[in-house]
């Protein structure tokens, strides 16, 4: 099993919140990590996140397109929110909004819920972007479907923003906030309350242990992702797929019960 180099560590030490592993691993478990995030982002100082997800997978149906986001969390309130961190333009176009905005919906109701529900469940999609994707000069762009006529809230309960990095004022809470999306070392971010997880992620001496976990859990992944393809294709016993994916036979029934569903 290949270790993580010292060159990566290095890199790992350099990474700021907009480099995906250094992201994925700060916001990992880390409820307040996020809720404070969000608090920034939304306006609401009483925000409460009851759950945070990593590297989330969502597809409508075995068939459909996968789309895997980087942090996807829930409020108090019954909000979800899909967190993006987009280092290129071409990943926070308007057609991805409205392509995760759709999967999370679709997998907010179970089969034979009535879609009122959604009423109660609010779907919030963010990009935070490395560029200014919308060219307006805003450090924020919050979309709200609206009806054209009347200029009125079309009030769906679809929410996207962009929160645009590039920009540079830092003097709002909301600036504070991107100059420590993008800025290499913890002692300098404005939020310390903000900054404790990212000081002992590259303090180094958990760094190996934390990357070789990484990398170890995406070969897994990437085996379940191909056992799965297999077990779609329906040309495979289940025992042979197990034995080339490298995995147990217990979890290749368990991925295929979930197909199945």
């Not at 480099?19 to 009483?46: C, H, S």
């Not at 290129?88 to 759709?102: D, E, F, H, I, K």
């Not at 000081?199 to 379940?224: H, P, Q």
Request: net charge neutral; charged share 30%.
């Amino acid at each position: 099993m290949a270790k993580t180099t010292p060159e990566q560590i290095r890199a790992f030490q350099r990474a700021t919140l907009m480099d995906d592993e250094f992201m994925t691993v700060f916001f990992k478990d880390n409820i307040p990590a996020v809720q404070f995030v969000l608090r920034i982002l939304m306006g609401k100082p009483d925000l409460i996140v009851k759950t945070v997800k990593v590297q989330v997978k969502h597809e409508a149906h075995r068939k459909s397109r996968m789309v895997i986001f980087d942090v996807y969390a829930v409020d108090s309130e019954g909000r979800h929110y899909d967190i993006e961190f987009q280092n290129r333009s071409s990943g926070a176009v308007p057609y991805r909004g409205r392509l995760n905005s759709a999967l999370m919906d679709v997998n907010m109701l179970s089969s034979g819920e009535d879609y009122s529900l959604l009423k109660n469940r609010e779907s919030v999609v963010i990009f935070i972007t490395k560029y200014d994707v919308l060219k307006g000069g805003k450090p924020i762009y919050t979309i709200e479907r609206v009806i054209k006529e009347t200029g009125e809230d079309y009030g769906d309960g679809s929410h996207i923003i962009y929160v645009n990095t590039s920009h540079k004022d830092y003097s709002t809470a909301l600036g504070k906030l991107i100059h420590d999306f993008r800025c290499v070392n913890p002692e300098e971010w404005y939020y310390p309350e903000f900054a404790g997880r990212a000081k002992e992620l590259k303090g180094g001496e958990d760094s190996m242990k934390i990357l070789d976990d990484m990398k170890a859990t995406e070969r897994v992944e990437v085996s379940e992702n191909i056992a799965v393809n297999f077990i779609k294709s329906g040309l495979l016993a289940l025992e042979v797929i197990a034995k080339n994916c490298n995995l147990s036979l217990q979890r290749v029934q368990e991925l295929a019960a979930t197909i199945s569903r």
